[in-house]
């Protein structure tokens, strides 16, 4: 059943991305602003406290319908439920539609276009992506692709339906901590509430990060792949965040998986060919997880 629901939420969020505007709202960020402010200069156990208790809340009536739902009906309110909170989770926007417009944007040359395009996808992320424009939209794509698809059909896949909504929040309110911090131009203090959140949202993207990363490795240059994951690994080391050192193996990865195909690419249709490119690399990573799954559930290891 969880794979049927994953399929036509995916099927369905290709066909309906542009009604699905409800899901660009920012419903929680007024949920974040309130609890920050009450935690103002505030850090230590309190805070972590806080932290699971602002991303478990909006998580709970998912869970507490899915369990209401699941006998009733053969199962049919709950798989329709499940693939709502599936397109929902899916996103804010389509990655591919950003990469599209993002695209279409270089091509007519019209660079303030495209440099909106960019931070959208960019986020206003506190890592550290690149040292150019290009390379940091290439490894902004890889990386959201974890945070927008993977991170949530992981958590679907465990968890069920709370499962994918939780890994959506605490990528809601990791961004929003980000974006506030960005906006005041003060860096974030390590313990506060938007730190804490990091960590959040990195201990549930580790598993999927690493997952994604091998789908993408399989997708492009698998020899190139492994070389940069290597490099990953090397370059950060156990004091970075966990967030961080998720984010940066997606990107050398990712990159090291599409190298090998612009090696020919003329020097004026690089920017193109390398957004392209990337998101060449996700599509079938994420046909390589479908895959996958349903060689699990075929042999009764998920359901």
């Known amino acids: 059943?969880?794979?049927?629901?994953?399929?036509?939420a995916l099927f369905c969020e290709r066909g309906l991305t542009h009604l699905l505007h409800l899901r660009e709202l920012r419903w929680l960020d007024p949920y974040f602003d309130q609890a920050e402010r009450a935690?103002?200069?505030?850090?230590?156990?309190?805070?972590?406290?806080a932290a699971l208790l602002l991303v478990a809340l909006p998580v709970l009536p998912v869970v507490l319908v899915a369990r209401w739902l699941d006998p009733r009906l053969l199962g049919l309110l709950e798989f329709a439920f499940a693939v709502g909170v599936l397109l929902f989770s899916f996103g804010p926007r389509d990655l591919k539609d950003e990469v599209d417009d993002y695209v279409a944007a270089l091509e007519g040359r019209d660079h303030e276009e495209a440099a909106r395009r960019g931070e959208d996808l960019l986020e206003s992320s506190p890592t550290a992506l690149g040292s150019g424009a290009r390379e940091a939209v290439e490894e902004a794509i890889f990386i959201q692709a974890n945070n927008r698809i993977f991170g949530v059909i992981f958590w679907f896949m465990v968890l069920g339906a709370g499962g994918a909504w939780l890994y959506r929040v605490s990528d809601m309110l990791r961004r929003r901590a980000a974006i506030e911090a960005a906006r005041r131009g003060v860096p974030r203090v390590q313990g506060d509430l938007g730190s804490v959140l990091v960590v959040l949202h990195g201990i549930l993207a580790w598993l999927p990060a690493r997952l994604t990363a091998l789908a993408y490795a399989f997708a492009g240059s698998l020899e190139d792949a492994v070389g940069n994951w290597?490099?990953?690994?090397?370059?950060?080391?156990p004091a970075s965040g966990v967030l961080d050192r998720a984010e940066d193996l997606l990107a050398h990865v990712g990159k090291g998986s599409l190298q090998p195909s612009l090696a020919e690419v003329p020097a004026?249709?690089?920017?193109v060919a390398t957004a392209r490119g990337?998101?060449?690399i996700v599509q079938p990573a994420l046909w390589i997880w479908l895959a996958a799954i349903a060689l699990l559930v075929i042999t009764g290891a998920v359901v």
């Open 278 to 280: 990337a998101w060449r």
């Open 268 to 271: 004026e249709q690089i920017d």
């Open 39 to 49: 935690l103002a200069g505030r850090s230590g156990a309190i805070v972590g406290v």
């Open 1 to 8: 059943m969880s794979l049927l629901a994953l399929l036509f």
């Open 230 to 237: 290597r490099s990953a690994v090397q370059q950060l080391g």
